[in-house]
Every structure is written in structure tokens, then in C-alpha cells.
């Protein structure tokens, strides 16, 4: 069965200690892996896509890299605005549904 | 423009009252997909669109629900007879192509049934 494991499920940090979180997954074909950032209230907002094992991608403080069966998010020095729910999310090669993980809740204090 | 717009932001539905969601994905989109979001972030998919045709109805339970994306109109997701465990936030999300680049989502609907 194709799942989507995201640990932990929160996280406290202070500012400026980085930190990464993990996305476990497995999918019958993976077309790409995604990751989300998701503000109380506000639909998910695209940070990432992540095709082939080996890639990496950054954004800013956030750097995102995909093995074969796990995806992790690197957040370097982070800032109280970064705070929010990362989600990671898996597109099978078969159709172009996403399978969601549950989500990390990253709080990031001053 | 540049933002999934959804309206309504709340509905509220008493148990059996009919529900009308509304999306207007970003021009030139031409695939839009609806996902319920229900406790714990748990993303379930329930249907998708390549313009006006239907791409992907598997996760859609057919008995209530059912979507339209009409040219010219924005998409609709409705429920017939609402039940108590339909509570959640409804996500639409449009993408340029098979969503490479990523989806964008709107800000959701918060339904509740009462």
C-alpha cells in the first residue's frame, strides 16, 4: 500500500538551530515528491518537487533532498516566521493523485 | 489572477442539508483537483479535472458528492444530504500541467454539519 510517514510530528526549535525533518515513503511509482509549508487557516503552499534520488533543491533557509525511500527537509539558522506545518506528499506515476503525510508542526521560538 | 480562489470560506449545514463549494482556479490552469482535509492534516483526494472533463474520480464517494468545472464558471464540489463526518476543509488546487511544478491550493472551505 502506497503511505506517507512524517516525523516527527512537531518539532520545537530555537531561533537559529537547525533541524531536519523526514518524509518516509512508498509508492508503487513515484512521479515526484512534494513538500508543502501550511499556515493555520491557509491551504498548503508549494516549497518543492523532487524527482529522482539524489536531487536537492533550496529555498532560502530550507533545503529539501530525496533517497529512494525518504525525503528530508534541512532547515538552516531558522526564524520565528518559518513556524508553520511542513507537509511532505508523494505523486503516484499512475495518476496524478497526492498521497499526503500527516504533516510536522514546526514551532520556532524567538 | 494569480490566486485559487474558493468561496464560501465557512458554510455551516444541518444533517441532510445539501452543500455548494466553489472554485476558480488560476487562468490558465487546466487541471484542478479537490482534496478534504479532516482531522490530524490527514489529505484525503477526492476528485481531479483536465479542463471540463473529469481526470480522476476514485477518491470521490459517488452516492453524495459530485463536481463540475464548466467552461467560463468556476468549479463546483457539491454534497447532497450532508452528513456529520463530511466536517472538514475542502482544498481545491489547480496546476498548469500534471503538476511538475506544483499545485496551487486556495485557502479552503471550512464546512461544518451540525
Known amino acids: 500500500e502506497d503511505q506517507v510517514t512524517q516525523s516527527p510530528e512537531a518539532l520545537r526549535l530555537q531561533e537559529g538551530e537547525s533541524s531536519s525533518l523526514n518524509c518516509s515513503y512508498t509508492?508503487?511509482?513515484?512521479?515526484?515528491l512534494f513538500w508543502y509549508r501550511q499556515d493555520p487557516g491557509k491551504g498548503p503552499e508549494f516549497l518543492f518537487t523532487l524527482y529522482s534520488a539524489g536531487e536537492e533543491k533550496e529555498k532560502e533557509r530550507l533545503k529539501a533532498t530525496l533517497t529512494k525511500k525518504e525525503s528530508f527537509l534541512h532547515i538552516t539558522a531558522p526564524k520565528p516566521e518559518d513556524s508553520a506545518t511542513y507537509l511532505c506528499?508523494?505523486?503516484?506515476?499512475?495518476?496524478?493523485?497526492?498521497?499526503w503525510g500527516a504533516g510536522t508542526k514546526l514551532i520556532i521560538k524567538p | 489572477g494569480e490566486e485559487v480562489a474558493q468561496t464560501p470560506k465557512h458554510l455551516v449545514r444541518g444533517e441532510g442539508q445539501k452543500a455548494k463549494l466553489y472554485c476558480a482556479p488560476i487562468?490558465?490552469?487546466?487541471?484542478v483537483f479537490w482534496y478534504q482535509q479532516v482531522l490530524k492534516n490527514e489529505f484525503k483526494f477526492l476528485i481531479s479535472f483536465q479542463n471540463e472533463n473529469v481526470f480522476d474520480e476514485t477518491g470521490m464517494p459517488k452516492e453524495r458528492f459530485s463536481a463540475k468545472c464548466l467552461p467560463n464558471s468556476p468549479c463546483s464540489l457539491e454534497i447532497q444530504a450532508t452528513k456529520l463526518e463530511d466536517s472538514a476543509v475542502y482544498f481545491c488546487?489547480?496546476?498548469?500541467?500534471?503538476?511538475?511544478?506544483?499545485?496551487?491550493f486556495g485557502s479552503g472551505t471550512r464546512l461544518t454539519v451540525v
Open positions: 506528499a508523494v505523486q503516484r506515476d499512475s495518476n496524478y493523485q497526492l498521497i
Open positions: 487562468k490558465g490552469h487546466s487541471y
Open positions: 488546487a489547480s496546476s498548469q500541467s500534471d503538476a511538475g511544478s506544483g499545485y496551487t
Open positions: 509508492v508503487s511509482g513515484l512521479r515526484g
